[in-house]
């Protein structure tokens, strides 16, 4: 069955440091999310992206933020200077218009757990 | 904006018994309700999931009822295994936007 991927399965990193966060969405997929999971808390949503372009983003989603769909493949979330509170554990999601489950099924990857020291 | 609930925040079944969890939520222009599973370290998969136009839908020993009006949603699972201990999360919104309960620690004791 496909699945998302995402890489690093953990970074650490210095406040005020820039990092990267990649995903390989489903191949035939169409939309494409973020969400954060504090440590013990619930999943928050922070953007959603189609045709290459933002759809809808969260407060979470500040300046600090950014998203992009380098090439047809791969789909990042950067985030230009850390905070200790950015950590958390991101997840890629990614849905698609001709999924048996319907356009709006969205399937996790397995997230990438952001350490800010 | 959308808003979900969701109890208990722990639950601990003997395995065997059924387990239950209650979500509601707040935007009744909601029309989707997925149900995730989260195992330890992993990222939340999905288990089931609910449209506004059917009351039920079962898999297997998993099943779902929506109350439109009620604005509630539960999560049913039977014949509880320990492989079952995890947390689910669900989720209520429409098009690609939903939003997540906080959780249900269910725990399947052997």
């Known amino acids: 069955e496909p699945e998302v991927t995402q890489t690093p399965s953990h970074q650490v990193t210095q406040m005020g440091q820039e990092v990267i966060l990649r995903c390989v969405p489903i191949?035939?997929?169409?939309?494409f999310y973020w969400y954060r999971q504090i440590l013990g808390q619930k999943v928050e949503f922070l953007v959603s992206f189609y045709n290459n372009e933002i759809s809808e983003k969260s407060e979470i989603f500040d300046d600090q933020f950014s998203v992009e769909r380098p090439d047809g493949s791969n789909f990042t979330l950067k985030i230009r200077s850390t905070k200790l509170e950015d950590s958390a554990m991101y997840f890629c999601?990614?849905?698609?218009?001709?999924?048996?489950?319907?356009?709006?099924?969205?399937?996790f990857g397995p997230g990438t757990r952001l350490t800010v020291l | 904006g959308e808003n979900v609930e969701q109890h208990p925040s722990t639950l601990s079944v003997q395995e065997g018994d059924s387990a239950v969890i209650k979500c509601t939520y707040s935007?009744?222009?909601?029309?989707?309700f997925p149900w995730y599973k989260q195992e330890l370290g992993k990222g939340p998969q999905l288990i089931i999931d609910i449209r506004s136009n059917v009351g039920e839908k079962k898999d297997q020993r998993i099943a779902v009822t929506l109350n439109k009006t009620a604005k509630h949603f539960s999560l049913h699972i039977t014949e509880t295994q320990p492989e079952d201990s995890a947390v689910y999360f669900c989720a209520a919104g429409y098009g690609q936007n939903f939003v997540f309960g906080p959780g249900t620690r269910l725990s399947v004791l052997p």
């Open positions: 191949s035939n997929h169409l939309y």
């Open positions: 935007d009744s222009a909601s029309n989707y």
């Open positions: 999601a990614s849905s698609g218009l001709n999924d048996p489950r319907g356009t709006d099924t969205q399937y």
